[in-house]
């Protein structure tokens, strides 16, 4: 059975990093991409990145270029987002997605229980 | 602004039937892209509802469909019950951007 279970609630003031992390289990680590997906209170889903969890490549919204890195650690089946200079418009339910390996094609099938993000000084 | 957009509320009665639309752009859904539907309940995480335009996953009821024409789609619920209230976000790929997309979300009310 598949699971993703994420990282706890995070604390952060304004300028910080916050690193997110993203457990999976129940499959093959590396068959699949994880993705990066947040929700500000009230508001869309956004997405963020992905990660190809064999080769370690990347890609990311350009509205995150720059702040966001998104790793991962093969041995631990986990995924990790760090976002940068944080604002305070930054707080969010961060999510990781599991997705089949295809660009623009297939859909998030498994996501994470999500992981706050408050930003305030 | 969304890339995709969805009306903001739709309600029904028990038992009725309700559509969600999901309107994009030659660059997302008219350009081929599959839309995927989630459903959002309140505190916790989306759920994919409806993958590849139309296509339920093991365990989502056979009231619950998806279509697709054009640069539209729809998520259509019959015989609605209370455990459908919830948000619902359309998904898909947007080649201008080079982005995955969702739509602004639904919220179904269940009268």
């Known amino acids: 059975q598949v699971h993703v279970v994420q990282s706890g609630t995070e604390v952060k003031k304004p300028g910080a990093s916050v690193k997110v992390s993203c457990k999976a289990s129940?499959?093959?680590?590396?068959?699949?991409?994880m993705h990066w997906v947040r929700q500000a209170p009230g508001q869309r889903l956004e997405w963020m990145g992905w990660i190809n969890t064999g080769y370690g490549n990347t890609k990311y919204s350009k509205k995150f270029q720059g702040r966001v890195t998104i790793t991962r650690d093969i041995s631990a089946s986990t995924a990790y987002m760090e976002l940068s200079s944080l604002r305070s418009d930054d707080t969010a339910l961060y999510y990781c997605?599991?997705?089949?390996?295809?660009?623009?094609?297939?859909?998030?099938?498994?996501w994470g229980q999500g992981t706050l993000v408050t930003v305030s000084s | 602004q969304s890339v995709l957009t969805q009306p903001p509320s739709v309600s029904g009665a028990p038992g009725q039937r309700v559509t969600i639309s999901c309107t994009g752009s030659s660059s997302n859904i008219g350009a081929g892209y599959d839309v995927h539907w989630y459903q959002q309940l309140p505190g916790t995480a989306p759920k994919l509802l409806i993958s590849?335009?139309?296509n339920r996953p093991s365990g989502v009821p056979d009231r619950i469909s998806g279509s697709k024409s054009g640069t539209s789609a729809s998520l259509a619920i019959t015989g609605l019950q209370a455990e459908d209230e919830a948000d619902y976000y359309c998904?898909?790929?947007?080649?201008?951007?080079?982005?995955?997309?969702f739509g602004g979300g639904t919220k179904l009310t269940v009268l």
């Open positions: 998904q898909s790929y947007d080649s201008s951007l080079s982005a995955y997309v």
């Open positions: 997605a599991r997705k089949p390996y295809s660009n623009g094609w297939y859909a998030f099938d498994y």
């Open positions: 590849d335009n139309n």
């Open positions: 129940g499959y093959i680590f590396t068959n699949y991409a």
